[in-house]
Every structure is written in C-alpha cells, then in structure tokens.
C-alpha cells in the first residue's frame, strides 16, 4: 500500500470487533495519506487488517516498539494502541527516527562518551545500524506525516515550530486518559506523552498541550539549525490519481476526487478511472431522462463495475453521486397543444399579430418559434407568455413567416407545436388588421344573410371560423386563413398556409 491508496471510511465491523472515528463520522472513500493526517481510526484497522496483524507486529518490533505482549498478537484493535501495557515514550522516539534517518534504525542511547580526569576515552558508543525499511518507503511515509503538521490532527505544529519542514503523529485514548504527539526533523526526533499511569487519577483536559509542548521545545532546539527539509530519494514518481478508484484521473474525474501522491515507480498505478463517467439526467429529478423531461444536463456520477459486491450506498456520502438506475416519474405526458391560431401583419409589414385559444387552465405558459425559407428557427421570448396573444417587431415585408406555439405546463413540458405561417404586407398595400379586428368583423358577417347565404359551402366545412370573402382581412393575398379553414375558397389570389 501507498500513500494513494484508497481506503473506505465507513462503519466497519471485523469479527465481532466494530472501530470507531473518534468525531464518530464517517469521511467514505479516502487516501491513505488523507486517512493518516485526519486520523481515521477505521481506515487503520482495514490497512492493518490486510497487511495481516502479524506483518504489523514484525514492523513495529524492527522498528523499536518493546512493550507487545503476547496477548495483544492478533488484535486488531493493536493498531489503534491497544496494547495491554501501553507503550513507552522512548519507543516511539526510537521508531519514528527510522522514519526520519532514511528507513536506518540505530538504537538509542544517552551516553556517547565516557573519559577519565586526564580525558582519556573509556567508553565510545558505536552504533550498529540496521537497515529496517526501504529509504522509499520512509520518505512516503514522512511525507504524509508532514500533512499533520500542516493540514491534519497538529495543524499548527509547523508554526509553533518555527515554520521549518516537521512530520508529526497525534494519539489519544479514550476520554484523553492518554495524550501523545511523537514529532521530528532531519535534525531531532521528540517524543511527548501527558497522562496519568493511575487512569483513575484524571484525564487531560486539551489536547493542544502536547502540541503546544512540542513546538515550543522543537523551536528552542532548532534555534540556530538552518531550516532544511527531508531529501527526497531516487525511484519515485508522483502521479495524479483518482481519490475513489485509486487509479490514474480520468477525464471525468471531477476536482474534488482528483489527488497526486508518491509511489515507488515501479509500482505506479497504470489504468484509468473508470468508475467516473458522464450522463444525461432530467435537470429537475436527477434520474434518467423520460420522453418529456423538458431539459436535461450532463453530470458526472460513479458507475460502479458489474463485478464490484462493495456496498457502495455506505461507502459514498453523497447518495447522488451514484448513476441513476430509475427513470424520471414526474415528466410523463405532453400537455395538449394550443389551437386556433390567428396571424397577420401590419401595413408596413414591420409586425406580426399573432393569437390562440388553449382551453386547459393547468399551463405555466406559451413559447413562441420563428423561421423564414432557409433560415434558422428561431425562440421570439426569453421568458414564458402568460397572454393567449402576441406581437412580433421584428419583422420585414413581403417575406413568409412560419410560427410555432407552444405550451409549458406547470412540470415544464412543452407541447407539440401549433403551426401558421404568413406572408407580411408589402408598404403601400390595404391597411392589415389585428386579428382582434378580424373577430370583430366576423362579429359582423354573421348577421350578413345575403354573404352567408353565398358562401353555405364554405360554411359548412369551418367550425371555428368562416371563410367567406367578408371574413378574410384586407389584401387576402397577404392575410393567412384560420388553423383549420378547407382550402375550397378557388377565387384567392394566394392563401397562406396555417397547420
């Protein structure tokens, strides 16, 4: 395992052993390295569980650690301090300087020399070194440790030290009856414990003070060191990774779930993510689109592989994160369509009059469409129509208009659209009426027996409107006939088309 790593941050239970984070939340998907600086207490026990407990205690030994009983092999609350005697400040101190001598362990000690009155040398202290983990493996693993001093459970230790490259480890039992903080430098290693040997004595009511403690002494020692940082050794390489798969960011790995982190180069990861991927859901709900979600957006959800059994509803935060499985329920029907479009132009030609009727009450509103021959369709209004009504200003003469109308109900559904089409007065022609003036005159016409009795054909075959010469605009030849006249009246000069 590596600092890139990911590790699942949620309730866990092994055997009949069930850990918990000491703020009782869960983070879900983390790195290794995150896991550590926030001190994540079951993360540690999944990373110890798949080494194997017994890899573990092998380390700790080689490492310096003296006080494990036989008792506590096997435990996997071991990682999280579980011993059955505790453990001493001067094994920490001894462990943690592997980390910060390149991976050396030399035992400790506090004689180096011992001379007689004349200063003659009876004792030399000669250190054996032994080489306990790879110089790789020790600058990863202080790495990490430096986000603690920087961004994790001792965040203000880098200053309170002097504001010089410190890695750090934070430890508490439970109710603060122990509080510990092992830090240390390419120069000195310190360890620091606060406590009580007898629990029954009290707890510690901070946790800041070894911080505290620390910072200042690292401080004093340090005072006329020059500030230098841990070197960084040959065969690493740093790549950007995903923070869910673990695997090297893809193109839709979004921000907030990308990372770059250290690993031995040999065992750099090599596939991309592929558990992030885009979709097109319903704007609104979220889910897969129905036939009528009236808009839709592309996001980027986790796809989780067929051959994946995690629990992964526990393992995300976010529940939305997930792809949708389901369909969206809300956009299920179209509403029905306006109808009895009226259209005409004014004299100029420079404005269209347009009107319907929609006889549904359940509306939020009308969209109004636009397209000459050849050109593009076009939407006339930013905002919804509440008006069975509308005037376009912006037209030219002699050119044919197509419309389109539509209606949005409350869920945002458009519906199929009413069509007309107009051709726009010429400048000059007979004067163009509103097609609230066309009502009024079809008001008229039918108390004109003689016109009606003239044109029975024509008024047999219209429901809505007749089509006889009285009831056409002015200039007919430029005037469009109503949404569902016959088309029989063979004596126009040119009429125009309304679907």
Not at 54 to 66: E, K, P, S, W
Request: aromatic share 8%.
């Amino acid at each position: 395992m590596y600092p890139g790593t990911v590790l699942y941050d949620v309730p866990t239970t092994f055997g009949d052993y069930t850990p918990r984070n000491y703020d009782r939340a869960f983070l879900g998907p983390v790195t290794m390295r995150e896991a550590l600086y926030r001190s994540r207490n079951v993360t540690a026990v999944q990373a110890y569980e798949k080494i194997s407990p017994q890899v573990g205690i092998d380390y700790a030994q080689r490492l310096g650690i003296t006080s494990i009983d036989d008792r506590d092999i096997g435990g996997l609350s071991l990682v999280l301090g579980g011993f059955t005697y505790g453990t001493k400040p001067i094994d920490m101190a001894q462990a943690f300087g592997v980390f910060a001598n390149q991976g050396i362990k030399t035992p400790l000690t506090s004689i180096l020399e011992i001379t007689d009155a004349e200063g003659n040398t009876l004792y030399r202290h000669n250190p054996s070194p032994e080489l306990v983990i790879s110089e790789t493996t020790a600058f990863m693993i202080t790495d990490v440790l430096k986000d603690v001093s920087t961004r994790g459970t001792a965040s203000r230790l880098y200053n309170e030290a002097g504001g010089r490259p410190i890695a750090s480890k934070t430890g508490t039992t439970s109710d603060n009856r122990d509080v510990w903080l092992v830090s240390y430098t390419p120069d000195y290693v310190l360890s620091t414990w606060m406590g009580y040997d007898i629990q029954k004595m009290g707890k510690v009511d901070s946790t800041a003070w070894p911080r505290r403690m620390s910072g200042e002494i690292m401080k004093q020692v340090h005072a006329e060191l020059p500030v230098r940082d841990f070197e960084q050794p040959q065969g690493l390489t740093q790549e950007g990774i995903c923070s869910v798969s673990g695997k090297l960011a893809g193109e839709h790995c979004p921000s907030e779930d990308t990372t770059s982190d250290w690993y031995p180069r040999e065992h750099a990861p090599s596939s991309r993510c592929d558990i992030h991927v885009t979709m097109e859901v319903c704007a609104e709900t979220g889910l897969l689109p129905a036939e009528f979600c009236p808009h839709l957006e592309e996001r980027v959800f986790i796809q989780i592989p067929e051959d994946d059994d995690r629990n992964w509803d526990e393992i995300l935060t976010e529940e939305d994160r997930l792809a949708p499985t389901e369909t969206c329920g809300v956009h299920t029907e179209r509403p029905p369509a306006p109808v009895g479009l009226r259209l005409s132009s004014s004299s100029s030609g420079d404005e269209v009059y347009l009107s319907w009727n929609y006889p549904d009450r359940q509306m939020k509103g009308f969209n109004i469409y636009r397209q000459t021959e050849g050109g593009e369709r076009i939407k006339l209004n930013d905002e919804l129509i509440s008006a069975q009504a509308f005037r376009d200003e912006n037209t030219r003469p002699g050119i044919t208009y197509q419309y389109e109308i539509t209606a949005v109900n409350e869920g945002g559904i458009e519906s199929l659209p009413l069509l007309g089409s107009t051709t726009t007065d010429e400048p000059g022609s007979s004067p163009g009426r509103t097609p609230e003036e066309n009502d009024n005159n079809d008001d008229k016409d039918e108390d004109n027996d003689n016109n009606n009795g003239e044109n029975d054909n024509n008024d047999g075959e219209n429901d809505e409107s007749s089509n006889d010469n009285n009831n056409r605009l002015p200039n007919d030849n430029n005037r469009d006939t109503l949404h569902n006249n016959s088309g029989d009246n063979k004596d126009k000069k040119k009429e125009d088309e309304v679907s």
